[in-house]
């Protein structure tokens, strides 16, 4: 039986010398190691033998098997070694040939015209907060002094989620969150920009859209505050040649209310389809804390005034870009993006 495994030994170092791949060792190391090896069926036949060369016997033929398996180890390096030196040398790599180019988006304009207003907004002095998008029935309508009965409580103009929880329809809640965090402090000067939701879906309005809320609540705060602050606004949105207007409009929470008209960027005043002739587009809406407002608030309104606006930051990035249907902005359109690499 020692011939035997002689002889098994001599064969194995020859034939694993002569193995070329790494396939072909594997196959090797199978047909003398494995369980239907050829050392295996040598161990097998040991029963055939005296019990004083059993011992003898098996411990040669686990050496056997040791330096066979030391033989496959020592020819893998080899031929793992090989395998990578033939791999340097054919996959060499031309670097005189041209790059792959990635397809790079630029930020999204409502984001460039986003950054740009709470920049305006803090050069004047704004702090900026944010709110919730999930608010509560109380902050975005109750508080504000929207009465139930009010229209745009309907069902149809909000998205809610239980009877108490909904998406917000704007971000004037966080006026209200706002004041109660100040518990009565002066002054209260916030931009609020986010996300708000509405049933609305068509080229100038979105179902989901961002506005940027502005509030300021001190002593002596009047009409013509807030009037020269939206010129401002406007003028280092716009350019300093930019007028804007003020309509009477009617919002629950502002008394006396205003919707503000900037003069047309694309015809300079004088008439196109953007500003529908008009010369004007609405951007905002606006106007002095209502009284009921600083009460749910927690401030005393025959002390202190505010004022207040809730501009759309999707209608001005519209005319800021002469952008005609909304959408483009959500589309994820590389296209889209691309033109305002740099901003
Ligand atoms: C409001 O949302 C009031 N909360 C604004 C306000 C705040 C008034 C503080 C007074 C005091 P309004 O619904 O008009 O108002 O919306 C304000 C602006 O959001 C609009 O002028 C318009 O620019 C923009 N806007 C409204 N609906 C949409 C929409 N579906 N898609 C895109 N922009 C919209």
Redesign the pocket.
Known sequence: MRDKLNSILKIATNEIDGANTLEQLNDLRVKYLGKKGEITAVLRQMGSLSPEERPVVGKYANEVKEQIQELVCDREKELKQKEMEQKLTQETIDITLPGVKRNIGGLNPLTIVKRKMEEVFMSMGYEIVEGPEIENEYFNFEALNLPSTHPARDMQDTFYITKEFLLR????PV?IRTMLNKQGKLPVKIASPGR?F?K?DDP????I?Q?I?GLVIDKDITMADLKGTLLLFAQKMFGTNKKIRLRPSY?P??EP?A?VDISCIMCEGNGCSTCSDTGWV??????MVHPNVLKNAGYDPSEVKGF?????I??VAMLKYGVKD?RDFYSGDIRVSKQFIGG
């Open positions: 329809t704007h971000t004037s006026q708000v509405r609305d100038t309005h979105s179902p859209f506005q809320e919002f929470f502002t209310s919707e609405e951007i905002l809406g606006a106007g207040a606006f809730g501009i759309g999707e209608r909304i």
